[in-house]
């Protein structure tokens, strides 16, 4: 039998519940796969800080998902997997979700220092991803919608290299993106905190994700109590040249997953949410609640 895949998604608890042997106890036969979309970059390491301008990306954590991940279960905003397993691309996982810390920021020296400053201010997010989505849902309460610009400019640690070299004016940045902004003196303006969900494979065996959640429920119980000693793996995921300045032990705990149902209110109404912003071409049909969503 195939081991079951796991896509870690730049955070913790995959990291801790390994090295605790959370998974093992429970009898999963698994494996970590590669780095996914959101530890990749569009730049590297190797591009010069001057030629290190704005990627433009029109495609993002939905399309990721769209093409066909071949992990059993992985992870990323809770609009993009609620869309996702909407439109058949693997199911959303229903007996929980995470809550993610986001934030709009600008540099230092920025003029701008309220959110109603960023009126007509492209901002980096990333294509149809969680930093697309809670970007606008953090600006409403301060701008009107013709107001809201946003720029898309690749991936997130790629939003990270561009705010460091001054080549976009605010980004809205998460996780490890979000603490590297904040050590090295960027200013929040906005906070975007938001959900995050899990999206599994139509092939994933049932008894498999029932082992992975409960080793991630004690693996968020051993972040709870005791954060600071599993935050070195925060360079786990993170790209050589980032994590050359990163002092980890700066940083938060990240995610925080929530075992509680996302329920048929919730993914209704981010359904509402979605088509009154236009975000995703509506589908002729989409799957209910009970297709898409394992409760």
């Known amino acids: 039998m195939a081991k079951f895949r796991i896509q870690p998604h730049v955070r913790l608890q995959e990291w801790v519940a390994e090295e605790k042997s959370f998974f093992s106890d429970e009898g999963l036969d698994y494996e970590f796969e590669a780095r996914g979309l959101a530890g990749s970059s569009l730049t590297t390491s190797s591009v010069k800080r001057a030629d290190a301008g704005p990627v433009q990306a029109r495609s993002g954590a939905f399309e990721d998902m769209a093409k066909g991940r071949s992990c059993d279960v992985s992870g990323a905003c809770h609009w993009a997997v609620n869309a ?23 540099a230092p020296e920025s003029p701008y220092e309220r959110p109603e400053d960023l009126a007509g201010v ?9 930093s697309h989505y809670s970007a606008i849902q953090g600006l409403e309460p ?3 919608p013709d107001q809201i610009e946003l720029a898309f400019v ?12 001054r080549q976009i004016p605010a980004a809205n940045v998460w996780g490890a993106q979000y603490y590297l902004l904040e050590q090295w003196g960027f200013r929040k303006l906005v906070d975007t905190t938001f959900m995050m969900g899990f999206l599994v494979s139509a092939d994933a065996e049932h008894t498999d994700l ?7 429920r004690r693996a968020q119980a051993e972040l709870d109590l005791e954060a600071e ?3 070195r793996y925060w ?7 980032l994590r050359d300045s990163a002092d980890v032990r700066r940083f938060g705990p990240g995610e925080r997953i929530v075992f509680e149902p996302y329920t048929r209110e919730m993914f209704e109404r981010t359904h509402r949410w979605m088509e009154r912003w236009q975000l995703f071409d509506s589908p002729s049909e989409r799957s209910t609640y009970e297709q898409a969503v394992i409760a």
Do not use: Q
């Open 84 to 106: 996702a397993a909407s439109t058949d691309h693997g199911r959303m996982w229903g007996r929980a979700y995470s809550l993610c810390t986001s934030g709009i920021f600008v």
């Open 122 to 130: 492209p901002v980096g997010v990333g294509y149809h991803s969680g």
């Open 142 to 144: 301060f701008l009107a």
């Open 154 to 165: 690749g991936l997130p640690f790629d939003r990270v290299r561009l705010m460091r070299d």
């Open 210 to 216: 029932e082992r992975y959640f409960r080793a991630l």
């Open 229 to 231: 000693r599993y935050k």
């Open 235 to 241: 360079l786990n995921e993170m790209p050589d040249d």
